[in-house]
C-alpha cells in the first residue's frame, strides 16, 4: 500500500536466530502496530507504538520486542525464532480514530 | 479475550446479489471498522463506524451497528466477482487508545 512498506516481503530463518521485520512508513503516522496472521485467529496484535520510542505490548508479544526511533520505522525482532512463529506479519498505521492503512505483510517461516 | 466473531464463515453468491456478514464484540467500543483482505495482500480499510451512529454508507457498502446488541452487519450490493475476499470487522473498545481487535473473518465467494 502506497506510504507503508515491509521488509522482507518472505523469509526462511532456522530456529533459534534472531529475526528483525521492518516497517517503513512516509506518511508521518503517530501510531504504528505489528500484528500476525494465522489460520483460525484472524489478526492478532503483537505491539504497538505511539510515538517515537513509545511502544507497548498487544495480545501476543511474548517473544517479540519491537523499537522505534524515528517515526517513520517500526522494527520488530524475534528474539530467537520458533517453528510457532511462523506466520504472516503485518505492519499498520493509523492517526488516532481512523482506519488503518495495511503494509502488504512479510511470510516468515520458521525450520 | 475481547476479539470478536463474524457470521457466516464463509458465503458463496452469485453475481448481482446482496451479500451480509454480521459481526459480534464482547465489550463497548468506540468504533467499528470493516477491511477486506484479497488473497495474499494486505488489509484493505472499507468504512468505519462510530457508536453514536447507528448506519452508514459508502458506495455498494452498507454498515449498521447496534450497540445494545454488541453487533454490526456488513451488506455488500449488487455484489461483483471483484467483491471476492476475506471481510474482518474491528474494534476499538474503551480504553484501549486505538488498538483494533479483529475477527476471524468471513470468506466471501462471487461467482459469475
Known amino acids: 500500500d502506497a506510504g507503508i512498506t515491509q521488509s522482507p516481503r518472505h523469509k526462511v530463518t532456522e530456529t533459534g536466530t534472531p529475526v528483525t521485520l521492518r516497517c517503513h512508513q512516509t506518511e508521518n503516522h503517530r501510531y504504528m502496530y505489528w500484528y500476525r496472521q494465522d489460520p483460525g485467529h484472524g489478526l492478532r496484535l503483537i505491539h504497538y507504538s505511539y510515538g517515537v520510542k513509545d511502544t507497548d505490548k498487544g495480545e501476543v508479544s511474548d517473544g517479540y520486542s519491537v523499537s522505534r526511533s524515528k517515526t517513520e520505522d517500526f522494527l520488530l525482532t524475534l528474539e530467537s525464532a520458533t517453528s510457532s512463529q511462523t506466520s504472516v506479519y503485518f505492519c499498520a498505521i493509523s492517526e488516532r480514530d481512523n482506519g488503518y492503512t495495511f503494509g502488504s505483510g512479510t511470510r516468515l517461516t520458521v525450520v | 479475550s475481547q476479539q470478536g466473531e463474524e457470521d457466516p464463515q464463509a458465503l458463496s453468491i452469485q453475481e448481482g446479489e446482496n451479500a451480509t456478514m454480521n459481526c459480534s464484540y464482547k465489550?463497548?467500543?468506540?468504533?467499528l471498522q470493516w477491511y477486506r483482505q484479497n488473497s495474499g495482500r494486505g488489509l484493505v480499510h472499507l468504512i468505519l463506524i462510530r457508536s453514536n451512529e447507528r448506519e452508514k454508507h459508502s458506495g455498494r457498502l452498507r454498515v449498521t451497528l447496534d450497540t445494545s446488541k454488541k453487533s454490526s452487519s456488513l451488506l455488500i450490493t449488487a455484489s461483483r466477482a471483484a467483491d471476492t475476499a476475506s471481510y474482518f470487522c474491528a474494534t476499538v473498545h474503551t480504553g484501549t487508545a486505538s488498538k483494533l481487535t479483529f475477527g476471524t473473518g468471513t470468506r466471501l465467494q462471487v461467482t459469475l
Open positions: 465489550t463497548s467500543i468506540n468504533n
